[in-house]
């Protein structure tokens, strides 16, 4: 079928766009590329040290330059649990390397945290940098140029999308994304729901509220709703750089092991032909939000993506997500979109049923470069294991759970869910795809805070027993790194059983998690930087309209402008090693621009405060 019109404009569009920085981005990549391994050029002191820890016939190899190296980097730790099955994986991948005729090396560990673990604690205002670090930390890895190809272990949110940014600076080598796949099916996602808002309400104990917790996540593997972790996993591979079906296989399976080994294999084939720089492009990077969009993905991806495309000289910007969201069908319903888990979706027939879907009406590229070869299609196929034999075959055509997974011709909504908000208070994002229909307009007084702290004293006290628009500012990047405020979802969503119109409206995010609750997030400019939002005071009557895309403030504009900023500039976050991303706060860009420290757009007169803002 023929591409759609709305789908082309908008990869053309991004493409005139992101010209000048493609070609630089290019050229940079043509000039790093070697023909023969790239240890061959070094001198033999430096060799020397990059073999000095082998043995046998990897030292053989490394030493005798004509085997390509391929580095391996993970995010491996025993906390997570979605990276905990990250454990063996390098031992299985050196053997299946060695095998295709390569050496590989366990260049560098990246750090992973777990947003569920900080969530709502002070750790959390690490999360959003973790993702710079990650990709440092990539580069890292990769700056020793003893490679031809790289191979990257990591699962969750921010692990992701930091070590893609980082590989990409180093994207004239090829490399595979290797997942580890979800734990099974716990506790059900509304049971879960329910304890969380009983217990915000004091009508469940915290014991009871643990022990709902623990039969949700209670196992290796990805957490089941559909988060950003798993959004990550979705975009990747319809971005072709898993291998076919490769994201939602459990772990600790055969099927897994044997995509992991795959993968060593596949690299080497690479190695020296399709580069990372090379499936990444325009038609990727689009076909990645339009699975996110598909799928009602997390809203962190609108981070996350922008940041990716930049680091391959792409500037992608929150007016493509819109414009590509008003086309795309939303075809699946996964928590907190639904009740159903990421388990669920793989039964119903998964990434291979939805990019066939895609595929067909016109809403992908087909004609890309993936790890697997050339073409989308090879991902219409799903894995399998013959006699202990890795094989692909054609995936289902028809959804085996028309309550979770739909055909793009009989979608659940005709769109994909995701509204970009703009106004006097800025632009944001809200995603709608969890919201019912009459709650997409909110008009209510606003009650300002600061903090989750206060809201949550607020809320206990029953002042916001009434229709409400509660604001949540200085929780921008600059301000405290964004943490996400998820949170709030339990006590808002209390308001709205009640009967109340509630939304929020905040500079932070709300993640993956974003639920009924109809919020403007990623507010920008944030109220740290002098933004409108800091101006906003309790009373101030503000109405947020998903269906014309609009978030405004009934605040004559003079006398908006024209108020102090009560709240002052934010304190300086210490605690829990918050005092060590002091720089990256002050570098950092705006979310509508990935929130990111990397980029040629970021200079201190575009976001600098001016200090007479504050008196």
Known sequence: MALHPVIEQVTARIAVRSERTRADYSQRMRAAATERPARAGMACSNLAHGFAACAGEDRLAVRGLTKPGVAIISSYNDLLSAHQPLHEYPDWLKASVREAGGVAQFAG??????????????????????????????????????????????????????????????GHLPSILVPAGPMSSGLANKEKARIRQLYAEGRATREELLEAESASYHGP????????????????????LHLPGASFVPPNTPLRRALTEEA???????????????????????????????????????????????????????????????????????????????????????????????????????????????????????????????????GPTESLDLAVLRPAADPFSVDGGLRMLSGNLGRAVMKVSAVAPEHRVVQAPARVFTTQEAFSMAFKAGELDRDVVVVVRNQGPQANGMPELHKLTAPLGVLMDRGHRVALVTDGR??????????????????????????????????LDANRGSIEVFVDVAELLGRRLVDGPPHEPTGAGRELFGALRRAVGPADEGASVFGSALTPEKFAVPVTAWK
């Not at 673990?117 to 580069?139: C, D, K, N, Y």
């Not at 109809?518 to 309790?538: F, H, K, M, S, Y």
Request: hydrophobic share 45%.
């Open 109 to 170: 560990g990246v750090p992973a945290m777990c947003d569920g673990i900080t969530q709502g604690q002070p750790g959390m205002e690490l999360s959003l940098f973790s993702r710079e670090v990650i990709a440092m930390a990539t580069g890292i890895a990769l700056s020793h140029e003893m490679f031809d190809a790289a191979l990257l272990l990591g699962v969750c949110d921010k692990i992701v999308p930091g070590l893609l940014i980082g590989a990409l600076a180093f």
């Open 221 to 240: 593997g990805t957490c089941t709703f559909y988060g950003t972790a798993n959004s990550n996993q979705m975009v990747v591979e319809v971005m072709g």
């Open 264 to 394: 060593g294999r596949r690299v080497v084939g690479l190695a020296r032909s399709v580069s990372l720089a090379e499936i990444v492009d325009v038609k990727a990077v689009v076909n990645g939000v339009v699975a996110l969009l598909a799928t009602g993905g997390s809203t962190n991806l609108t981070l996350h993506l922008p940041a990716i495309a930049a680091a391959a000289g792409i500037e992608l910007t929150w007016d493509d997500f819109a414009d590509l969201s008003a086309v795309v069908p939303l075809m699946a319903r996964v928590y907190p979109n639904g009740s159903a888990d990421i388990n669920h979706f793989q039964a119903a027939g998964g990434v291979p049923f939805l990019v066939g879907q895609l595929l067909d009406a016109g809403l992908l590229h087909p004609d890309v470069n993936t790890v697997a070869g050339p073409g989308l299609d090879r991902y219409r196929q799903e894995p399998f294991l013959d006699d202990g034999e890795l094989g692909w075959r054609d």
């Open 510 to 543: 709300m993640s993956g998690a974003s639920g009924k609750i109809p919020a403007a997030i990623q507010l920008t400019p944030e109220a740290a930087t002098g933004g409108p939002l800091a101006r906003v005071r309790d009373g101030d009557v503000i109405r």
